[in-house]
């Protein structure tokens, strides 16, 4: 039986979880026998071995094995004749020493899932250590929050790595979903498989806001988008409230508990929409004061009914996509994995990593845009994130939003499944008032204004909902009535626009 040389070995090395042998033993199992290697190259990567050559030797397996190539000693011999590391154990003949043995053939995935192991307690020490260093340091800024969410983000990392294995369904797997969603469809009266809008023409158009699914939803200033959101969001949460209420289980209800990242208003702000709304009592004069003793009455009975209203918000300031990713992981867990719908006001005020801001605006947006996605995937939520357009739109005559206005970069149209615009004629069409007339004017006066006020009374209080891109179903647009007032939009149901 051949012997495996001693790799050198330190201090540092032997006060860290290992198994050399381990992967020694499993590395000559794959040589001998390829198809336990295409078996395991993929519950592997080479950062997890600890000796650094049996991870290149790994590498080298790898690769042979998806060029379709023999991984033996001899085929890989090449590929290691100037390896200083190979060269301090005799050189490429260690290849063949690891094959001497045949203990690994009989518990090669054992030696692989105690190799991956080992790898993740090496890291949570080497995040412990981090953790435990800046915390000792005290020479910059004191940011203890911060660097909780460090911490967290990285045990994450940890927890979400080598998890690829486990993400492979069966073709069964993937329609018995189906059927589950169809069938969320049929129960909730057509039209909905997804989680509710509370606008039945939306829903009947998207079908609801759908698990994994990042949504954008952009508009100019002044457009709406944000009241729309918040809508959405509450409409969600009420649903919910109201489905437990009547004993319907979490996963049959098409509401959700809705997390509210704010990046631009307060929660008190948000809070006031919604209770303006809820009253239906003006927004402006909620926060003038100038209500009536009824009106607060009214105001103070809204604000009781909605008091357990399952909608949280993080109104934070100057979050970075990794922050969020913590907060929203941290919320998830304090309420048992069952929120069901995120909200970002908006995704522009959102940071990306250092490196990403240095390499410029553009593709900031992009890691942005792609950690949306990636939060929508890995909570199995649909994403709702508002979006800014570009000056272009102003420039045009129809002032209709396109997917090439979409904000610094293209990669927000490419990440998203659902791509919506907020079109409110009215907007423009009062921006154009012409010069009220007065006695002594000309006839000329007197008809521009009366035209523009038959355009004014046309689409006053309409606003369209723009569907750009879709990519599981048809776009289109669905019209929406608005009552700016309290901010609510709710669906049309006249004719002729």
Not at 136 to 151: C, K, M, Y
Not at 357 to 383: C, F, H, W, Y
Not at 398 to 406: A, C, E, G, I, V
Request: proline content about 3%; hydrophobic content about 40%.
């Amino acid at each position: 039986m051949a012997t495996i040389l001693p790799l050198p070995t330190t201090t540092e090395s032997t006060a860290l979880p290992q198994n050399i042998e381990a992967e020694a033993a499993m590395l000559g199992a794959m040589m001998i026998d390829n198809r336990l290697a295409d078996d395991l190259i993929d519950k592997l990567e080479p950062d997890h071995f600890f000796e650094p050559l049996h991870g290149r030797i790994f590498a080298a397996i790898k690769t042979a094995r998806i060029n379709d190539m023999l991984a033996t000693p001899v085929t890989l011999r090449p590929m290691f004749e100037a390896d200083e590391g190979m060269k301090q154990l005799g050189g490429p003949a260690y290849l063949a020493q690891l094959t001497g043995s045949g203990a690994g053939l009989i518990g090669a995935r054992q030696f692989a899932q105690q190799i991956y192991d080992l790898a993740m307690l090496r890291t949570l020490v080497t995040v412990g250590r981090g953790l435990v260093d800046r915390a000792l340091d005290t020479s910059e800024e004191v940011n203890p929050r911060g660097q909780i969410e460090l911490a967290e983000e990285e045990l994450f990392k940890v927890a979400a790595d080598g998890g690829t294995e486990s993400q492979i369904k069966t073709f069964a797997q993937a329609t018995t979903a189906a059927v589950k969603m169809a069938q969320r469809a049929l129960n909730s009266g057509g039209n909905l498989s997804g989680i509710t809008t509370g606008l039945d023409s939306v829903n009947a158009k998207i079908g609801g806001m759908h698990h994994s699914d990042l949504m954008i939803l952009a508009g100019r200033p002044g457009m709406g988008k944000t009241a729309l959101a918040t809508n959405f969001a509450f409409n969600a949460a009420q649903r919910y409230m109201r489905d437990r209420a009547d004993g319907m289980e979490h996963s049959a209800s098409v509401g959700a508990k809705v997390a509210f990242f704010s990046l631009e208003m307060s929660a008190d702000q948000l809070a006031t929409r919604i209770l303006a709304e809820q009253s239906r009592i003006s927004s402006e004069a909620l926060r003038m004061g100038k209500i009536s003793r009824v009106e607060f009455n009214q105001l103070a009975a809204a604000a009781a009914d909605l008091e357990n209203l399952p909608l949280f918000i993080d109104d934070t300031a100057g979050l970075t996509i990794g922050s969020l990713h913590t907060r929203m992981r941290r919320l998830q867990r304090r309420h048992n994995n069952e929120i069901g719908l995120v909200v970002v006001d908006y995704l522009q005020l959102l940071t990306g990593s250092a490196r990403a801001s240095s390499d410029g605006r553009v593709q900031e947006i992009s890691e942005i845009s792609r950690g949306l996605k990636t939060l929508a995937k890995d909570m199995n939520v649909p994403v709702l994130a508002l979006s800014q357009l570009s000056r272009q739109v102003e420039q045009r005559e129809d002032k209709r939003p396109q997917l090439s206005d979409l904000r610094e970069s293209g990669s927000i149209e490419q990440d998203a499944d659902i791509v919506m615009f907020v079109y409110r004629e009215d907007y423009y069409v009062a921006a154009k008032e012409p010069k009220r007339p007065v006695d002594g004017d000309n006839a000329k006066i007197f008809e521009d204004h009366a035209q523009w006020a038959t355009d004014m009374e046309r689409v006053y209080g309409l606003a369209e909902l723009i569907i750009a891109k879709q990519r599981h179903g048809a776009t289109g647009k669905v019209v929406m009535k608005f009552e700016p007032s309290v901010t609510r939009f709710s669906d049309f149901v006249g004719e002729g626009y």
